[in-house]
């Protein structure tokens, strides 16, 4: 026996016949619409989800997390295809140019670019606004310096004065 035999070694999925992988006693296929997708597994840890979210309770099995403020988001993938989710509305966030959402039925957090959500008007009211519509974002030193006294919890006049045009922020 080699030592990377485990790398080539390949089983098969007992529900559908897709080439899989053997994790543990377990076996996990790559195809998405089987039982035993990774997706479709317990999972030890929940990564891609942050503390201030909404995320999956442990006590939901994954995939069939439900969110408690359902809104549907029209994506239009890179290879052309329409993709529909349904995302919890207080996950919502826009991180310039991509909106990060926590999606149904895994309750993980996924990013989209904005060019190709095709509700974009729809998506953008649900989240939470950093700036007025009408307002330009501010400048990477103003970001700067509202981020350092959000952090560190502290203050500073210019930071009053930048706080004043970005209350939200």
Same mark, same amino acid.
């Given at each position: 026996?080699?030592?990377?035999?485990?790398?080539?070694?390949?089983?098969?999925?007992?529900?559908?016949?897709?080439?899989?992988?053997?994790?543990?006693?377990?076996?996990?296929?790559?195809?998405?619409?089987?039982?035993?997708?990774?997706?479709?597994?317990?999972?030890?840890?929940?990564?891609?989800?942050?503390?201030?979210? !909404?995320?999956?309770? *442990?006590?939901?099995?994954?995939?069939?997390?439900?969110? &408690?403020?359902?809104? @549907?988001? =029209?994506? #239009?993938?890179?290879?052309?295809?329409?993709?529909?989710?349904?995302?919890?509305?207080?996950?919502?966030?826009?991180?310039?140019?991509?909106?990060?959402?926590?999606?149904?039925?895994?309750?993980?957090?996924?990013?989209?670019?904005?060019?190709?959500?095709?509700?974009? !008007?729809?998506?953008? *009211?649900?989240?939470?606004?950093?700036?007025?519509?009408? &307002?330009?974002?501010? @400048?990477? =030193?103003? #970001?700067?310096?509202?981020?350092?006294?959000?952090?560190?919890?502290?203050?500073?006049?210019?930071?009053?004065?930048?706080?004043?045009?970005?209350?939200?922020?």
């Amino acid at each position: 026996m080699g030592l990377f035999d485990f790398l080539k070694s390949t089983v098969q999925c007992p529900s559908c016949g897709t080439p899989a992988r053997k994790s543990g006693n377990t076996i996990v296929c790559p195809n998405p619409l089987c039982r035993n997708f990774e997706g479709n597994q317990p999972a030890s840890t929940t990564r891609g989800e942050s503390a201030g979210a !909404p995320a999956r309770p *442990a006590n939901v099995p994954r995939g069939q997390w439900q969110p &408690q403020q359902p809104f @549907t988001v =029209r994506y #239009r993938n890179f290879q052309n295809l329409e993709q529909i989710y349904t995302a919890e509305a207080e996950s919502c966030r826009r991180q310039k140019n991509h909106i990060s959402l926590v999606v149904a039925p895994t309750g993980r957090r996924i990013t989209l670019r904005r060019d190709r959500i095709q509700n974009l !008007p729809e998506v953008e *009211a649900r989240c939470a606004q950093r700036v007025a519509p009408d &307002q330009n974002w501010p @400048t990477p =030193r103003e #970001r700067q310096v509202l981020n350092y006294h959000k952090k560190h919890g502290t203050t500073s006049p210019l930071y009053e004065r930048i706080r004043a045009k970005y209350p939200a922020w």
